[in-house]
C-alpha cells in the first residue's frame, strides 16, 4: 500500500514552453502532498506544501507564478512548470502524507529544458 | 536552525562486505528519524524508522540505530549486493509540522 505516482517520469521541452507534471496516490487519500526539486549530486528541497482544496503554501525563494500548484482532488496533485528555462532543468519528486508523520515519495520527473 | 549532517559523503565498499553511514542531527523537539534509500534517477524508499524510544530497527540486511541522547543515528548494511548501490539519505522530522529536514546523502558504490 501507500503508492505514489508520478507521470510523466521523464519529459523534454523547449524554452519557454509550460509543463506540467502529475503525483497520484494510487491506494490511499492524500490531503497533503508535497513538491521537491532535487539537483544532481543534492539532497531534496522542498518547494511547496499541496492542501486539497486550498491554496499551495510555497517556501522561500519559490516563485508561485512559475511552479503553478493545483491538488484538486484528494488523489492528484499537479506542479506546471510555466516558461520553463534551462535553469529549471531538474529532477521533481512529490510525495503524499497517509498519516501525520509518514510522507510516502513518488518516483520522481526528470525535467530538461533545451 | 534544524540541520541533518551525513557522513561520509561518498563510500565505496566491495560486494560482500559491511558498511556503516552515519547521521547526526539538531532537529528539536525530536519526532522520527528515517533512512531512504534513493536509486539514480528514482524517488526516496523507506527503509526504517525510528522514534524517541527506538534505539534499533533492522529490514533485511538494514539495520538502523538511533541515540536520541546524542542525536546520532547509523545505518549497517551487511553482506552488501551491488544493487545495495545508491545514495541513502537521513531524514529527521520534528514534532511540530510535516516539514522534513534532509542530509545530503552518503552515495554507496558496492563493486563486483
Known amino acids: 500500500g501507500a503508492v505514489v505516482s508520478q507521470h510523466p517520469s521523464w519529459v523534454i521541452c523547449k524554452s519557454g514552453t509550460s509543463v506540467k507534471i502529475e503525483c497520484r496516490s494510487l491506494?490511499?487519500?492524500?490531503?497533503?502532498m508535497f513538491w521537491y526539486r532535487q539537483f544532481p549530486k543534492q539532497s531534496l528541497m522542498l518547494m511547496a506544501t499541496s492542501n486539497e482544496g486550498s491554496k499551495a503554501t510555497y517556501e522561500q525563494g519559490v516563485e508561485k507564478d512559475k511552479f503553478l500548484i493545483n491538488h484538486a482532488s484528494l488523489t492528484l496533485s499537479t506542479l506546471t512548470v510555466t516558461s520553463a528555462h534551462p535553469e529549471d532543468s531538474s529532477f521533481y519528486i512529490c510525495?503524499?502524507?497517509?498519516?501525520?508523520?509518514?510522507?510516502?515519495f513518488g518516483p520522481g520527473t526528470r525535467l530538461t529544458v533545451l | 536552525k534544524n540541520q541533518v549532517e551525513q557522513s561520509p559523503q561518498s563510500l565505496i565498499i566491495l560486494e560482500g562486505k559491511n558498511c556503516t553511514l552515519q547521521c547526526n542531527y539538531t532537529v528539536s523537539p525530536f519526532s522520527n528519524l528515517r533512512w531512504y534509500k534513493q536509486d539514480t534517477g528514482r524517488g526516496p524508499v523507506s527503509l526504517t524508522i525510528m522514534t524517541f524510544s527506538e534505539n534499533t530497527k533492522s529490514n533485511g540486511r538494514y539495520t538502523a540505530t538511533l541515540d536520541a541522547d546524542t542525536k546520532q543515528s547509523s545505518l549497517h548494511i551487511t553482506a552488501s549486493q551491488l544493487s545495495d548501490s545508491a545514495s541513502y539519505i537521513c531524514v529527521v522530522s520534528a514534532i511540530t509540522g510535516y516539514a522534513l529536514n534532509f542530509g545530503k546523502g552518503t552515495s554507496l558504490l558496492v563493486t563486483p
Open positions: 491506494d490511499f487519500q492524500a490531503t497533503t
Open positions: 510525495s503524499a502524507i497517509l498519516r501525520t508523520d509518514t510522507q510516502y
